[in-house]
């Protein structure tokens, strides 16, 4: 059996397709904040407010890393920039250990193990 036809293919093909998409749409919040941060757009506006209030959660746990650097107004957040990048890191890691999960067979295995010992 060839691992394209395997019954765990299309499990994992999906299961990376939404760590995929929900690493993407925090990747995209937490540039918006970046983003707001660095234009000093109004906290109180609406759009600004729900893109802080979104994103607060995703950005908290590194808001003391560095500091912030001031440009002309706004804001350069360093910690956001982290945050991102741990995010992504995360979700890599995830889609890594999905496909530990892939069914291989012993030829392809095999193979992986001899191209790994090179």
């Known amino acids: 059996m060839d691992s394209y036809n395997s019954p765990t293919t299309k499990p994992l093909y999906r299961g990376t397709q ?9 990747e995209v919040l937490l ?9 000093a757009a109004n906290p109180s506006a609406g759009f600004s407010s729900f893109i802080y209030n979104v994103s607060y959660p995703f950005a908290a746990p590194f808001l003391k890393v560095f500091n912030v650097t001031k440009v002309e107004g706004g804001v350069f957040e360093w910690t956001t920039l ?10 890599w890691g995830i889609v890594r250990m999905f496909f530990m999960s892939k069914t291989v067979s012993t030829p392809e295995a095999a193979a992986k193990l001899d191209k790994e010992n090179k």
């Not at 939404?18 to 925090?26: D, Q, R």
């Not at 540039?31 to 234009?39: I, M």
């Not at 982290?82 to 979700?91: D, E, G, K, Q, S």
């Open 31 to 39: 540039a918006f904040r970046v983003g707001l941060k660095l234009l």
């Open 82 to 91: 982290l945050a991102m990048f741990v995010y992504w890191l995360i979700a």
């Open 18 to 26: 939404i760590v995929w998409y929900i690493a993407g749409l925090l």
